[in-house]
Nanobody
Framework: QVQFVESGGGLVRPGESLKITCTGSGPPLESFHIGWFRQAPGKERERVSCISSGKPSKFYGESVKGRFTISRDDAKNTVYLQMNDLKPEDTAVYYC??????????????????????WGQGTQVIVSS
C-alpha cells in the first residue's frame, strides 16, 4: 500500500504562490492515479486536483481551475501542486491520496476521494493578509 507524506505548506498572503509536495513510499507511484484533496475547518473534504498515471490526464476542481497546476515526477515518487494567486478560501489542510474512483472517458478525467481512508497529517496552507 502506498503511503504519502505531504509537505510545503505555510502562511502566505492573498495573491501569492506556494508549491506543495506529496512524496510516496512503498510501491512506485508511476502506476497510480494521485489526487490532492483539502479540508477547511468546519467543511467537508474537497477534491482539488488529480493526475492519472502514464500519459497524464488532469482534473481540477472549479474553485482552483486556472490557478493550480498538478504535476508528477515518478523518478522521485513525488506529486506536486503549484498554487498561484492564492485566496483566503484556499486555506485548508491539503492531503494527497490515491483516488477512490477515477473516470477518463471522452477526454474528461475525473476523480473522487477514497472512502474510509487514513488521511494522515496533510500540510497546512493558510492564506491571510
Amino acid at each position: 500500500q502506498v503511503q504519502f507524506v505531504e509537505s510545503g505548506g505555510g502562511l502566505v498572503r492573498p495573491g501569492e504562490s506556494l508549491k506543495i509536495t506529496c512524496t510516496g513510499s512503498g510501491p512506485p507511484l508511476e502506476s497510480f492515479h494521485i489526487g490532492w484533496f483539502r479540508q477547511a475547518p468546519g467543511k467537508e473534504r474537497e477534491r482539488v486536483s488529480c493526475i492519472s498515471s502514464g500519459k497524464p490526464s488532469k482534473f481540477y476542481g472549479e474553485s482552483v481551475k486556472g490557478r493550480f497546476t498538478i504535476s508528477r515526477d515518478d523518478a522521485k515518487n513525488t506529486v506536486y501542486l503549484q498554487m498561484n494567486d492564492l485566496k483566503p478560501e484556499d486555506t485548508a489542510v491539503y492531503y494527497c491520496a490515491v483516488p477512490g474512483w477515477v473516470s477518463n472517458f471522452g477526454g474528461n478525467y475525473d476523480c473522487r476521494a477514497p472512502e474510509s481512508y487514513d488521511w494522515g497529517q496533510g500540510t497546512q496552507v493558510i492564506v491571510s493578509s
